[in-house]
């Protein structure tokens, strides 16, 4: 039985809607760059180093692209999806002290916030602590606002040597994040168990870290499991793709931390997938 099949199989259990939230896009040219690369000098316990050698999560700062989807969903939204509690009055363009502090501001607190109340990046994931300073300061140099750049082309595949898949071997979540919330970052996930309202990732997210993970031959935040994805229908090759998607998912963003298997549909698909004959 091919893998696909059962994928949509299981997936026909669970309304899935994929259409992404509603949001109002910023001019993306007026969100600061990080500054900091993501993976800079790994200790093997999923610390890296970030601004002044601090410590920072190893997946930190995140796949800019995808900030910058949360970011608008938090203008969007008035406050961070993943903590109601912080209002967010807008990302002005103009080029005042006060405009370059709010959008900074707005900048850090969906840092913060990426998966969850305080559940993020810090600071020093980024170099903004400076850029603060300098605009407090005025000495700043932030270049006049541009036009927004248009969206990247989506990643043409590459050979499984590099540790590119293919991506159709990659179920659906089969639940839509951001699901029934609670006001307190928590969403409801598969029978309506409580998730966190970032869960499940943003697919193209996923999949590209999935993709790291494959050419590392293990969780690239958790170097201690090892990840394989065969593309064969063989029962031991679907377990094999089934077990990389989710340590994938479970250390997003660090050992242990990402998102938990009911943000999916994968644990049903494990189990259809294991009572398999062999």
């Known amino acids: 039985m091919k893998f696909a099949t059962i994928a949509l199989s299981a997936i026909a259990i669970v309304a899935v809607n994929s259409a992404p939230l509603l949001r109002r896009d910023v001019n993306a040219a007026l969100i600061p760059e990080f500054g900091i690369q993501a993976g ?22 995140p796949d800019r692209n995808d900030f ?20 967010i009055t807008g990302f002005p363009e103009d080029d005042s002290k006060a405009s370059k502090l709010q959008r900074l501001f707005v900048a850090t607190v969906t840092l913060q916030n990426l998966n969850g109340p305080g559940v ?35 990643a043409a595949s590459t050979p499984a040597s590099t540790g590119g898949i293919d991506a159709s071997l990659v179920p659906d979540f089969g639940v839509v994040a951001g ?75 660090g050992p242990g931390v990402g998102c938990p298997a009911v943000s999916t549909v994968y644990g049903q698909l494990q189990q259809q997938i294991n009572a398999l004959p062999n």
């Open 40 to 61: 800079t000098s790994p200790d093997g316990t999923g610390n890296c180093k970030g601004v002044n050698n601090i410590n920072v999560p190893c997946s930190c700062p």
């Open 120 to 154: 993020g990046c810090p600071q020093a994931a980024t170099t903004w602590g400076a850029l603060q300073a300098a605009i407090n300061a005025g000495t700043d140099t932030t270049p006049p606002p541009a036009a927004p750049a248009p969206p990247a082309a989506p």
């Open 179 to 253: 699901t029934s919330p609670d006001g307190t970052g928590n969403c409801k996930g598969l029978n309506n168990i409580n998730i966190p309202c970032s869960c499940p990732p943003n697919r193209s997210d996923f999949i590209a870290k999935l993709s790291a993970n494959v050419a590392a031959g293990h969780a690239t935040n958790n170097p201690s499991v090892a990840v394989s994805f065969p593309t064969g229908n063989s029962k031991g090759e679907q377990q094999a793709r089934i077990g990389a998607l989710l340590v994938t998912l479970q250390n997003l963003n």
């Open 68 to 87: 910058i989807a949360k970011l608008n969903a938090n203008v969007a939204a008035g406050h961070p999806t993943n903590n109601p509690s912080v209002t």
